[in-house]
């Protein structure tokens, strides 16, 4: 099974950008539909972006479309979420999750397959 690790949270103003990392370990990591969630404090997790296994699907959820975007190496078994003009309101824990269904990542169901540990992002205004 897929394992997953984020990285590249931090602290930055707001309208800067950072680039989150999701490693995965395993030889089946291409085979993963992915998508990005976050929590922010005192508030449900919720969906970002997700990315189909090929990469030929992408959808975002509105509040973060034009700003983030969502991608994939799967030579580099990772996963990515470039995120620009970052807002006070995108203060949260991000996570990765892979799921072998696209439509459930979409869906944002809770018991997907595969969940990161999470990674802080922390956008001062």
């Known amino acids: 099974q897929v394992q997953l690790v984020e990285s590249g949270g931090g602290l930055v103003q707001a309208g800067g950008s950072l680039r989150l990392s999701c490693a995965a370990s395993g030889r089946t990591f291409s085979s993963y539909a992915m998508g990005w969630f976050r929590q922010a404090p005192g508030k449900e997790r919720e969906f970002v972006a997700a990315i189909s296994a090929g990469g030929l699907r992408i959808y975002s959820a509105d509040s973060v479309k034009g700003r983030f975007t969502i991608s994939r190496d799967n030579a580099k078994n990772t996963g990515y979420l470039q995120m620009n003009s970052l807002k006070p309101e995108d203060t949260a824990v991000y996570y990765c999750?892979?799921?072998?269904?696209?439509?459930?990542?979409?869906?944002?169901?809770?018991?997907?397959?595969?969940w990161g540990q999470g990674t802080l992002v922390t956008v001062s205004s």
């Open positions: 999750a892979a799921d072998k269904s696209y439509s459930r990542i979409r869906a944002s169901v809770a018991s997907l397959e595969v």
